[in-house]
């Protein structure tokens, strides 16, 4: 059975997510509605197309090619309800204003893009991480490709959200040289008021995780109001404590990602945060430190 | 690792030099002219005739020593001077005269007097006596100058003098001038020596008498200031073997600079210094009072007198060769004779002193091979990461085939050197002249598409010789016949150029120090050396790819235009061909790892090589191909139309080997295994490629690392050579003018990197103001 995923980019010489010179792919799709989400493009699993307004020039080409009467020079160009994801305006388009988010690939395919790195990779300790989205949404995929990438002894890296379902994963899971789990909100409540999904496996999966051994690594993005607060903080202490977790990797939010909803036209609310404040970064490195937790700070 | 920090006393030599306002050093051109003219009636030799004029001025000018130093010597009356070589181009350089002192950018003060002595009895009497114009006949002599002038389809460097070799500097301390002269009296007792060749090793004694008198001139200023330590040293040197690094280095410093009043001051190059100063610093290293610290400090004063050293360039040549640049190169690292790390003490030694004394010159050169030591490689690109781009950077498991190539004895290749900015040379016996001409190979198409001719602005008139061309291997051939014709016009000037030196103007003090030259008692600039190579330079190789993958895509593909549509637009320079030019930036440009780009610019870097080495010197050396561009890329550009690339008219070209800017839009990895793909095994005279990074990108011990991983599987792939340049908030500012011409700079944010031109205005200021705090 051959499988595919949509990979929304591919971007090389990535140096902070995970060791050495490596590679992140971005796999569309995730149950979750962060909203402080870097790549809100992302959420949806489908392929779609993003709209650069500052690049278009109104040539009126998208609307010519389109037989679905999904595009239109007013307002946001495309109408993603309508849109039957032929792709003729992305093409049509000249200057680059539409693009495709999401390209589907084999893992072939995907493979021997990643590959041409692979040097890089070698000198470097590096190799590919998978991201996304949500990159445990294509499981199988994900599978054949780590198959690959061990063949080649390529190291891969993974960052999860630890939504997967266990018994489905676990193969891939137990491919992987590095998973990085990501850790937001613990209390279930909240999780589901803020992200949009449930709790339900996330503290079991990272349980599982460890007591196999397999190398994974806590982070958490910390966002004012969301994840930093002191019953959220001290939840993950105890949690990383739980687990005998000696550090944590901090990920401190920036807004970086919000000019990319537009592109989109995607519903999700705009933060209005600005960096993280100085002191009140201390406060939190403080926390983990005072429980014995050494805080990795990888800034995103 | 702390940076380490020169001593007080060199700080302050430092920096009285750095307050010294570079001025015009007419000494030369005057004491050459004094003899020239002394002896234009008469029947002397050119070797003897040049050999005197050297001894005259060396008897006549000015010399100095300014506080504090540790090697003397000076490059011309002043302590930062320009040398007008008069007989060569150096006439040419003073239609500047009257701009020098009031240029914004490399002012060069010209003393009160100099001026009118220059003008009455100087430039008049070399108007038809210099090198260039003793070179063509009448006719063909405006025809030179106008090309000269014109720079749009290649410069003639060679027209300066030859220079670019490395000295035999290992030989010269191991023997001083006593041993030089005992080798030319040797020789000189073969009774089968013809005329010439006793008239060339007499002035080789000349120059060595030359040589040693001017030293004792040294040695008397020395006294008379009281400065024993340098009294001591002129003592022994130059006569006698170098018995320690501060004789080996006063001994090379007094050759270097004047090779470079002989010759000229391009390109004269050290050579493997780690190496052969090796056994001298391990003698000094077991005394008991060794201190490290004053070996560095030894070599930052070196590093002082090199930068002393700015060539005298008109406005003209500045667009050209901007930046004052003297090329002399300083090679470090690399492999031995069997493939094994040959890094020691020393090269350590030479890395703190880049590290923590950034000047000027020398350029500084690390040879990198599969064999080099993690240690080695690592505190390499420690120093680069610290900014200022040395030292560059070169394969050798690339470079030594590619010599091989050549011609270059497999056994001797190993040591190989740099010459000037980028390029390979056997160090004791090879005079390669691997800076003889640079060449715009991108202009090519553009004769292609205007019949013969530069494309006239405006003019879109009927091309009826366009509508044969139906096929890419149809423009292909053409444009290979087309380079082929321009290389063939550029051969017969530097062919005339280069006779006209070895007949007129040979440099026999050079030739000294040149393998060959003394056993056949023949100048360097006749053939001499023992081996003989000229290098000629691509520039646009990129810009030219990108031309010709639109015409492949837009033309013969997709069939949307014409070539007359496309030649049409670049006589417009697109006006009004919006859509047009959208179409042609989305084709698919070289440095993004891209399969048919990256091969067309391969066939465009071939096709130049084979227009190139068919040919042969004037001194049986074989000609090859280099891929370097200096500043030429900005003057070359300068006279373009607009390209089919969507390179707007008057626009640089790329640089070097480099991709356009702002094309590779997928990161350093895509852009190198671009660069890679290209056949380097052919380019023997070597290639630049300037890569750059902001300084957040690669700092700290993470940023080495991903530093030594770029490098090394860049060289595992076939690279020749790199430089990392780490960029200043400048280019960042400009970047956020010019965001199209920046688009592949690469920035760190907090915790990863993005492209500078993706970021928001507010985030790309923060940046800048980021950059700014930290230098």
């Known amino acids: ?300 | 690792m702390t940076v380490w920090c020169p001593s007080a006393e060199t700080l302050a030599v430092h920096a009285d030099h750095l307050t010294s306002q570079p001025a015009l050093g007419a000494e030369r051109a005057i004491h050459y002219t004094e003899y020239w003219k002394r002896k234009s009636n008469d029947e002397t030799p050119a070797c003897l005739r040049n050999a005197g004029a050297l001894a005259h001025h060396l008897e006549k000018r000015s010399i100095q020593i300014f506080p504090g130093e540790l090697i003397v010597g000076c490059h011309t009356e002043h302590r930062i001077g320009a040398i007008c070589h008069v007989e060569k181009a150096g006439s040419a350089m003073l239609e500047d005269l009257f701009r020098f002192e009031k240029r914004p950018v490399n002012a060069i003060r010209v003393d009160p007097g100099v001026k009118g002595t220059l003008l009455r009895s100087v430039v008049p009497y070399w108007l038809n006596r210099s090198l260039p114009m003793k070179a063509f006949p009448l006719r063909q002599k405006l025809k030179y100058a106008a090309d000269q002038l014109g720079a749009a389809h290649y410069v003639i460097n060679e027209a300066a003098g030859v220079a670019h070799f490395l000295p035999d500097y290992e030989q010269l301390i191991e023997i001083g001038t006593e041993g030089l002269r005992q080798k030319l009296d040797e020789r000189m007792d073969d009774d089968a020596l013809d005329e010439d060749a006793k008239n060339y090793l007499q002035a080789s004694l000349i120059c060595v008498e030359a040589v040693e008198r001017f030293s004792d001139r040294y040695r008397d200023e020395a006294i008379r200031q009281g400065r024993a330590d340098i009294v001591e040293v002129l003592e022994r040197v130059p006569r006698q073997p170098a018995a320690n690094l501060r004789e080996a280095l006063q001994l090379i410093w007094f050759f270097q600079l004047l090779i470079q009043i002989e010759s000229v001051d391009q390109g004269i190059s050290l050579g493997r210094v780690d190496q052969y100063l090796l056994p001298l610093y391990l003698e000094e290293k077991a005394a008991a009072d060794f201190d490290a610290d004053e070996i560095r400090n030894l070599f930052a004063h070196f590093c002082i007198k090199l930068s002393e050293v700015i060539p005298l360039f008109s406005g003209r040549v500045t667009e050209m060769f901007a930046g004052l640049p003297s090329g002399q190169a300083l090679c470090i690292g690399g492999l031995d004779e069997d493939g094994n790390d040959a890094s020691n003490e020393l090269t350590f030694v030479l890395l703190d002193v880049i590290d923590g004394f950034k000047t000027r010159q020398p350029n500084w050169h690390a040879r990198i091979g599969a064999g080099s030591g993690d240690h080695y490689v690592r505190r390499v690109l420690e120093v680069v990461s610290g900014g200022g781009g040395s030292p560059a950077l070169y394969n050798d498991d690339v470079i030594q085939p590619a010599m091989v190539e050549r011609g270059v004895d497999p056994s001797k290749v190993w040591n190989y050197a740099l010459v000037g900015c980028v390029e390979p040379a056997l160090p004791k016996e090879s005079f390669t002249s691997s800076d003889a001409a640079i060449f715009n190979l991108a202009i090519g198409l553009e004769v292609v598409l205007g019949g013969g001719q530069l494309i006239k602005k405006g003019d879109t008139s009927e091309r009826p010789w366009l509508a044969e061309i139906q096929s890419m291997e149809r423009l292909l051939e053409i444009l290979e016949d087309q380079t082929q014709e321009r290389v063939l016009k550029l051969k017969a000037s530097l062919d005339a150029i280069e006779l006209s030196g070895a007949r007129f103007f040979p440099t026999p003090l050079s030739s000294l120090t040149i393998g060959g030259c003394v056993e056949n008692a023949t100048d360097s600039t006749a053939g001499g050396a023992w081996y003989n190579a000229s290098g000629i330079q691509a520039v646009g190789v990129a810009d030219l790819a990108n031309s010709l993958a639109v015409i492949d895509e837009l033309v013969f593909r997709q069939e949307e235009y014409t070539l007359q549509e496309i030649a049409n637009a670049c006589a417009t320079d697109f006006s009004e061909q919006n859509l047009l030019l959208a179409r042609v930036r989305k084709v698919p440009k070289f440095g993004n790892d891209d399969a048919v780009v990256d091969e067309l610019a391969n066939r465009v870097a071939l096709m130049f090589d084979r227009c190139i080495s068919q040919h042969t010197n004037t001194r049986a050396g074989k000609w090859m191909p280099g891929y370097y561009s200096m500043t030429c890329h900005q003057g070359f550009g300068k006279k373009m139309a607009a390209m089919p690339s969507g390179r707007l008219a008057g626009r640089p070209l790329a640089d070097g080997l480099a991709p356009v800017d702002g094309t590779d839009r997928l990161g350093p990895t895509a852009s190198l295994n671009s660069v890679a793909k290209l056949d380097h095994l052919r380019f023997g005279n070597g290639i630049n490629l300037n890569v750059k990074f902001d300084s957040a990108a690669v700092e700290g011990e993470k940023g080495t690392d991903i530093l030594v991983g770029l490098v090394r599987g860049y060289f595992a792939q076939g690279g020749m050579q790199m430089q990392v340049n780490v960029v200043d908030p400048d280019v960042l500012e400009a970047a956020m003018s010019d965001p199209e011409s920046h688009r592949n700079l690469l920035v760190r944010i907090s915790g990863y990197c993005a492209y500078f031109v993706d970021l928001t205005p507010a985030m790309q200021q923060e940046l800048i103001d980021r950059t700014r705090q930290r230098t």
Not at chain 1, 99 to 125: H, I, N
Not at chain 1, 154 to 167: A, C, K, M, P
Not at chain 1, 255 to 268: F, H, P, R
Not at chain 1, 282 to 290: I, L, M, N, P, Q
Request: aromatic share 8%.
């Open chain 1, 1 to 300: 059975m051959e499988f595919t995923a949509p990979i929304f980019d591919i971007q090389r010489f990535s140096t902070h997510d995970g060791p050495g010179i490596r590679s992140l792919v971005f796999l569309k799709g995730c149950a979750l509605h962060c909203p402080w989400c870097q790549n809100p493009e992302s959420q949806d699993v489908r392929p779609l197309v993003g709209f650069y307004r500052d690049r278009c020039q109104e040539s009126g080409a998208c609307v010519e090619v389109c037989e679905d009467d999904a595009v239109r020079l007013d307002g946001f160009r495309i109408d993603h309800q309508r849109c039957s994801r032929c792709w003729l305006c992305v093409d049509a388009c000249a200057h680059d204003a539409l693009r495709l988010v999401g390209e589907t690939l084999t893992p072939e395919e995907l493979m021997a893009r990643v590959m041409k790195d692979l040097p890089y990779y070698e000198t470097s300790g590096g190799g590919v991480t998978f991201t996304g989205g949500e990159p445990t949404v294509h499981i199988e995929f994900l599978e054949r490709v780590l198959l690959l990438c061990a063949e080649a002894k390529v190291h891969t890296n993974i960052e999860t959200s630890g939504t997967f379902q266990w018994s489905r994963s676990r193969a891939a899971l137990e491919l992987l040289d590095l998973i990085y789990f990501d850790l937001k909100i613990l209390d279930p409540d909240g999780h589901r008021r803020h992200l949009g999904a449930g709790f339900e496996n996330i503290i079991e999966n990272a349980n599982k995780l460890v007591s196999l051994g397999l190398p994974v690594e806590f982070r958490m993005p910390v966002v004012s109001g969301y994840t930093d607060t002191d019953d959220n903080i001290g939840a993950v202490v105890g949690l990383l404590r739980r687990l005998d977790q000696r550090f944590i990797h901090l990920l401190e939010y920036h807004n970086m990602g919000e000019a990319k909803i537009d592109v989109i036209a995607g519903n999700q609310p705009k933060l209005g945060l600005g960096r993280y404040p100085s002191d009140r970064w201390g406060s939190v490195c403080g926390a983990f430190e005072d429980a014995g937790i050494e805080v990795l700070h990888d800034a995103r």
